[in-house]
């Protein structure tokens, strides 16, 4: 099964600054989805950010932008002008391409942001 | 729009009991999944299906079941509930895996 690890329990950051939460990744699949999904504490899973493997191009929603590196399986989220509502628990997950796997998600433990006034 | 509708939100459990944790989805998704989600561990996989009729074992299926009768409804259930089934239940849906989408879980106690 692929891994997926998040290295920073915690992170913290100032409102209107710029954080980038880090993930790797383990695989021999040459073609998988990649995704950040936010927690915050209404429990809520709200999907940040896709990346399909087979695109060069790093995805972008509004102030989340990826910097995916698919030869180092590294996949972080940069958080530009970070505001109150960001903090939350993020989530990196990994799902494979292929239907065998059912298309279910492989999450890491999560990086805990804090974003202070 | 409902989207994915898990009940109950909260429920304490004795030792031994048993209970069905309810899924329902109006989005008319093909699959659908059962996480759980301990402290510091992230999500993981218990159960999912790819249609009515079909499922399958996930990472961590031991003492759960599950059944698929309708393209609906995706009801988890736990038999003989023990201290280390505590913990928050999310239930999931995708259309092929494009997105999923996410029911606001139950967070279970077995005391």
């Known amino acids: 099964a692929q891994t997926v690890t998040q290295s920073q329990p915690e992170m913290s950051v100032q409102e209107a600054e710029t954080v980038t939460l880090s993930c790797t990744y383990d695989?021999?699949?040459?073609?998988?989805?990649l995704f950040w999904y936010k927690q915050p504490p209404s429990r809520q899973m709200i999907l940040v950010i896709r990346q399909e493997a087979y695109k060069q191009q790093n995805a972008t929603e509004n102030r989340f932008s990826v910097n995916f590196q698919k030869a180092a399986k590294s996949f972080s989220l940069k958080i530009s002008d970070s505001q109150l509502g960001d903090a939350a628990m993020y989530f990196c997950?990994?799902?494979?391409?292929?239907?065998?796997?059912?298309?279910?998600?492989?999450f890491g433990k999560g990086t805990s942001l804090l974003v202070t006034p | 729009n409902a989207g994915v509708t898990q009940t109950p939100k909260f429920r304490i459990l004795k030792i031994g009991q048993s209970m069905t944790l309810q899924c329902a989805q109006d989005?008319?998704?093909?699959?659908m999944y059962w996480y759980r989600q301990d402290p510091g561990m992230g999500l993981k996989l218990i159960y999912y299906s790819v249609g009515a009729g079909i499922t399958d074992k996930g990472e961590v299926p031991n003492g759960y079941n599950v059944s698929r009768s309708t393209t609906e409804d995706f009801p988890l259930r736990l038999e003989l509930a023990a201290p280390s089934q505590t913990s928050v239940y999310f239930c999931?849906?995708?259309?092929?895996?494009?997105?999923?989408?996410f029911g606001q879980g139950t967070r279970l106690t077995v005391v």
């Open positions: 989005m008319n998704h093909n699959y």
């Open positions: 695989t021999s699949e040459s073609d998988y989805y």
């Open positions: 999931a849906s995708s259309y092929h895996g494009l997105e999923a989408f």
């Open positions: 997950a990994y799902r494979s391409a292929s239907v065998n796997s059912g298309y279910a998600l492989n």
